[in-house]
């Protein structure tokens, strides 16, 4: 399969009340591409916007150099798959992989081992004879990602093909995008709400909130170093904070409700912090350890979300703590207790943006 470079100018974009603005992205041949946001942001306008299902007001979209703006949906070679699946119930599996081969009028031998060879690399041999009233969810999707591949996209594009699957089918069936990805490296772009699904799956991310991409990278800098307040949010920072930095070459310190923390930045005057959850470490008693930032506060909240408890801990500010179910036993943490909180200097990502 082909593994072209997608590429989209200043997109403009109206659908009723809500718009695309001078949306400019990016994924080379072969690349994994995930689209983050929140629910409204213009996701899945500006899928449909690059497989040709809606008209833009302005811009381009490139497809390995050639523009394919006005081109037909049919006529771009464009794989896309809902988180609805779409399949057709009257159909069998194999009929519904086949359907994009048919409507291009392949011959039937050729469909037939097509349609073999994508059910052997997604693991459906033993359904294709079946209708999809008779699948669970996982199987559904697996169709319909069938489907889009038979077609031996020049792209592929996911519209949040994971949300509707329970946690442990929505674990097996990431796995699977994985594993056909690094088999076909089909250039794709993926659409998610999921932070943990984008970190997992995407080689770089764009982040959107309405209309706009307010920040693109690779998934790791994005995640560890954001560039606004909302994208700190979003990917599950928690700690997010607004203050002073102040201090000499080689040392900061970030000033915020009368408590000073050590960083590692050039940035002086205003600015906005982050620290990850993961990266505090806390403990009765204050730790003799390379962090340069230990600070004593009072535990306000205890939340158990199953395998990682959040615990939050007033300094002030407030600072939100991850750790283990195991851990908040060991050290008998209660709301009211006094503790102490520790995080390097390097832990620590300030930023200007937003």
Same mark, same amino acid.
């Given at each position: 399969?082909?593994?072209?470079?997608?590429?989209?100018?200043?997109? %403009?974009?109206?659908?009723?009340?809500?718009?695309?603005?001078?949306?400019?992205?990016?994924?080379?041949?072969?690349?994994?591409?995930?689209?983050? &946001?929140?629910?409204?942001? !213009?996701?899945?306008?500006?899928?449909?916007?690059?497989? %040709?299902?809606?008209?833009?007001?302005?811009?381009?979209?490139?497809?390995?150099?050639?523009?394919?703006?006005?081109?037909?949906?049919?006529?771009?070679?464009?794989?896309?798959?809902? $988180?609805?699946?779409?399949?057709?119930?009257?159909?069998?599996?194999?009929?519904?992989?086949?359907?994009?081969?048919?409507?291009?009028?392949?011959?039937?031998?050729?469909?037939?081992?097509?349609?073999?060879?994508?059910?052997?690399?997604?693991?459906?041999?033993?359904?294709?004879?079946?209708?999809?009233?008779?699948?669970?969810?996982?199987?559904? $999707?697996?169709?319909?990602?069938?489907?889009?591949?038979?077609?031996?996209?020049?792209? /592929?594009?996911?519209?949040?093909?994971? =949300?509707?699957?329970?946690?442990?089918?929505?674990? &097996?069936?990431?796995?699977? /995008?994985?594993?056909?990805?690094?088999?076909?490296?089909?250039?794709?772009?993926?659409?998610?709400?999921?932070?943990?699904?984008?970190?997992?799956?995407?080689?770089?991310?764009?982040?959107?909130?309405?209309?706009?991409?307010?920040?693109?990278?690779?998934?790791?800098?994005?995640?560890?170093?954001?560039?606004?307040?909302?994208?700190?949010?979003?990917? !599950?920072?928690?700690?997010?904070? =607004?203050?002073?930095?102040?201090?000499?070459?080689?040392?900061?310190?970030?000033?915020?409700?009368?408590?000073?923390?050590?960083?590692?930045?050039?940035?002086?005057?205003?600015?906005?912090?982050?620290?990850?959850?993961?990266?505090?470490?806390?403990?009765?008693?204050?730790?003799?350890?390379?962090?340069?930032?230990?600070?004593?506060?009072?535990?306000?909240?205890?939340?158990?979300?199953?395998?990682?408890?959040?615990?939050?801990?007033?300094?002030?500010?407030?600072?939100?703590?991850?750790?283990?179910?195991?851990?908040?036993?060991?050290?008998?943490?209660?709301?009211?207790?006094?503790?102490?909180?520790?995080?390097?200097?390097?832990?620590?990502?300030?930023?200007?943006?937003?």
């Amino acid at each position: 399969m082909s593994a072209e470079r997608l590429a989209v100018h200043g997109l %403009g974009l109206k659908a009723g009340e809500f718009k695309l603005y001078g949306i400019d992205l990016s994924a080379t041949g072969g690349e994994y591409l995930v689209l983050l &946001g929140p629910t409204g942001a !213009g996701k899945t306008v500006l899928l449909e916007a690059i497989a %040709g299902l809606r008209r833009p007001t302005g811009g381009r979209i490139l497809l390995d150099g050639r523009d394919i703006t006005s081109t037909a949906p049919e006529r771009r070679g464009i794989g896309f798959l809902y $988180q609805d699946h779409a399949l057709f119930p009257h159909l069998t599996v194999a009929e519904n992989i086949a359907f994009g081969l048919r409507a291009r009028r392949i011959p039937r031998d050729e469909v037939r081992t097509r349609v073999k060879e994508i059910a052997h690399l997604l693991r459906i041999e033993g359904i294709l004879p079946r209708r999809p009233g008779s699948l669970s969810g996982g199987e559904k $999707q697996r169709v319909g990602l069938g489907r889009a591949l038979a077609i031996a996209p020049r792209l /592929l594009l996911l519209d949040e093909p994971l =949300s509707a699957l329970d946690p442990e089918t929505r674990e &097996g069936l990431q796995g699977e /995008l994985l594993r056909v990805h690094r088999s076909l490296r089909t250039t794709t772009v993926h659409v998610t709400h999921d932070f943990e699904e984008a970190i997992s799956l995407g080689d770089r991310m764009a982040v959107m909130d309405r209309g706009t991409i307010v920040q693109e990278g690779r998934s790791e800098e994005v995640f560890r170093r954001p560039a606004s307040p909302f994208v700190a949010r979003f990917v !599950g920072a928690r700690n997010v904070f =607004s203050g002073i930095v102040t201090g000499e070459a080689g040392e900061a310190v970030f000033s915020i409700d009368g408590t000073e923390i050590v960083t590692v930045t050039e940035i002086r005057g205003p600015a906005h912090l982050s620290i990850r959850p993961e990266e505090i470490l806390i403990s009765r008693a204050a730790l003799r350890s390379s962090a340069r930032n230990c600070l004593p506060g009072r535990i306000i909240e205890i939340a158990d979300r199953g395998t990682v408890v959040y615990v939050t801990v007033d300094v002030p500010p407030e600072f939100t703590c991850a750790v283990t179910r195991r851990s908040l036993a060991e050290m008998d943490l209660r709301v009211g207790m006094e503790v102490f909180i520790s995080f390097k200097a390097s832990a620590v990502h300030v930023f200007k943006g937003g």
